[in-house]
């Protein structure tokens, strides 16, 4: 066997095109999978030709690779990676390198990150997105954990990566379950675009009309400006593909949205952080609201949809469209930056917000020209609290504001429901008001728990209990708490 550079496990469709890049870059990779079948097929298959060889046992790939060793896994997350963890620990030498390529949980990878730092190992959890043809031809790779491993695997890993403005969409994220943690947002902001888009495409058949072939010319031309995004291409090319029948396929899909973890993954941290990720959140439940398919021909035959109520003008409605997506598209990154930040500071991990939209920018799957914008706002200003604070957002928001308040109305006037863009739109009267009601709030929870408020006229952090029916005692809820 030849001496490798890297050693790949896993030859699932991610793993082959991985291996297949890493060759074509000049880099020697030993491959194994369970099945040697499969791994005999690789070989004589699309690897013949190529720096690929393959190990029959896993004694036999270790032996083959240059010190530090690299082994990446692309295997399914959860325990599987564990297992091979534990078969690869005991032959491998101390400053080897065990990476973990797969959508595995953020914090899984930071306890792989101790486990095996405890034993003189390196880890690294790395998210790879842009499905099979960024795997060949150039993923989005965004890898966290020990950043003493990353010197040794970021030639290869900036080299396979997509190149964006001559800067390869990879970078170091930061320790313990960064990349994952970063690549959990990444997915969670995927369901947010995903679902923006399907709620324009709802808006225009039901409720402008549009055949599925005039919403193909739409997003067509809706990727030739600020929304320029793989998504947008994507859909623009699905609503023009025609079934057997002739008949646009996507109309004989079922409606019914599958997910496998990722983007719930992401509102569970923005709960557990107490970050308000309105957009992805709801995207996540409006995929678990289709799945009720059932349910819901039941109660549509209950409560029939009301009928268009208002005349629009096909064109103006259209731009109201586009300018909404634009806007709460704006809002769902704004909303995953500020969980990022959060999670940033909570596990102390020095995310580079910038280069995090580098590594979007191309490659993946939500890759798209605004996060060039977004990479050019934290380029301009590296501090920068709130994307809602850099002047380019800010414009584009004033300017989209009016139109997106028509395109929710547009939805409510036709019974067409539009989570995403409504509760962006929520979010953005909640942000930027100065008064909301909480005061109320913490006035019912004054009153039926003792809990205390703080008063407008008075320092913060001073507390107050009422006694609102006067029959209670001057008892705070603090005083019973254990
Ligand atoms: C990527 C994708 C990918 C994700 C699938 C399916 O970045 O290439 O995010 O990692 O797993 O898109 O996700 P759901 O099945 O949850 O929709």
């Keep these: 066997m030849f001496q490798a550079d890297m050693a790949l496990i896993g030859l699932a469709v991610m793993g082959q095109n991985l291996v297949l890049n890493m060759a074509d870059h000049g880099f020697k990779v030993t491959v194994y999978n369970r099945s040697f079948d499969k791994t005999?097929?690789?070989?004589?298959?699309?690897?013949?030709?190529?720096?690929?060889?393959?190990?029959?046992?896993?004694t036999d790939l270790v032996n083959s690779l240059s010190k530090p060793r690299k082994i990446m896994l692309m295997v399914k997350a959860g325990s599987v990676v564990d297992d091979f963890i534990d078969q690869l620990t005991p032959l491998l030498d101390a400053g080897d390198i065990i990476i973990d390529g797969g959508n595995s949980l953020y914090?899984?990878?930071?306890?792989?990150?101790?486990?095996?730092?405890?034993?003189?190992?390196?880890?690294?959890?790395?998210?790879v997105s842009g499905g099979e043809e960024g795997a060949r031809f150039g993923p989005s790779i965004m890898p966290g954990g020990h950043p003493e491993a990353w010197p040794f695997v970021k030639p290869i890993f900036q080299a396979i990566a997509a190149q964006s403005d001559g800067d390869a969409c990879c970078e170091w994220v930061g320790p313990e379950g960064a990349g994952h943690y970063v690549k959990m947002v990444h997915n969670g902001i995927e369901y947010g675009d995903m679902q923006l888009i399907s709620e324009a495409y709802q808006l225009m058949r039901e409720g402008l009309g549009m055949s599925a072939d005039e919403c193909h010319e739409v997003f067509k031309?809706?990727?030739?400006?600020?929304?320029?995004?793989?998504?947008?291409?994507?859909?623009?090319?699905?609503?023009?593909?025609?079934?057997?029948?002739?008949?646009?396929?996507?109309?004989?899909?079922?409606?019914?949205?599958?997910?496998?973890?990722?983007?719930?993954?992401?509102?569970?941290?923005?709960?557990?952080?107490?970050?308000?990720l309105t957009l992805i959140t709801e995207s996540v439940y409006a995929r678990c609201l289709s799945a009720l398919k059932n349910e819901r021909l039941q109660a549509a035959k209950i409560y029939p949809r009301t009928l268009?109520?208002?005349?629009?003008?096909?064109?103006?409605?259209?731009?109201?469209?586009?300018?909404?997506?634009?806007?709460?598209?704006?809002?769902?990154?704004?909303?995953?930056?500020?969980?990022?930040?959060?999670?940033?500071?909570?596990?102390?991990?020095?995310?580079?917000?910038?280069?995090?939209?580098?590594?979007?920018?191309?490659?993946?799957?939500?890759?798209?020209?605004?996060?060039?914008?977004?990479?050019?706002?934290?380029?301009?200003?590296?501090?920068?609290?709130?994307?809602?604070?850099?002047?380019?957002?800010?414009?584009?928001?004033?300017?989209?504001?009016?139109?997106?308040?028509?395109?929710?109305?547009?939805?409510?006037q036709n019974s067409i429901p539009t989570p995403a863009l409504s509760s962006a739109l929520a979010f953005f009267d909640g942000y930027r008001s100065e008064q909301v009601s909480a005061n109320l709030i913490q006035a019912q929870r004054d009153y039926f728990g003792a809990h205390t408020y703080e008063r407008v006229d008075r320092p913060r952090g001073e507390w107050f209990h009422t006694d609102w029916v006067g029959s209670g005692g001057n008892i705070r809820s603090s005083t019973y708490e254990v």
């Design 308 to 412: 268009p109520t208002v005349e629009v003008e096909r064109e103006v409605m259209l731009q109201a469209i586009h300018d909404g997506l634009y806007a709460a598209k704006i809002i769902s990154y704004t909303q995953g930056y500020m969980l990022m930040a959060q999670a940033a500071s909570e596990f102390k991990w020095p995310l580079n917000y910038g280069g995090i939209a580098l590594m979007w920018r191309g490659g993946c799957i939500i890759r798209s020209r605004f996060l060039g914008e977004i990479k050019s706002a934290f380029d301009k200003q590296l501090d920068l609290a709130n994307l809602l604070q850099a002047p380019f957002f800010e414009q584009a928001i004033k300017e989209a504001e009016s139109n997106w308040r028509h395109a929710v109305i547009f939805g409510v």
């Design 221 to 276: 031309e809706w990727n030739r400006g600020v929304l320029d995004s793989y998504l947008i291409e994507i859909t623009a090319d699905i609503l023009s593909f025609k079934d057997t029948d002739g008949e646009p396929l996507v109309d004989k899909i079922l409606d019914a949205a599958g997910q496998k973890g990722t983007g719930k993954w992401t509102g569970i941290s923005s709960l557990e952080m107490g970050i308000p």
């Design 107 to 127: 914090t899984d990878s930071t306890r792989r990150t101790r486990e095996l730092g405890n034993k003189g190992l390196y880890f690294i959890g790395t998210g």
């Design 40 to 58: 005999q097929t690789f070989i004589d298959g699309s690897a013949k030709g190529k720096s690929i060889q393959a190990a029959e046992t896993l």
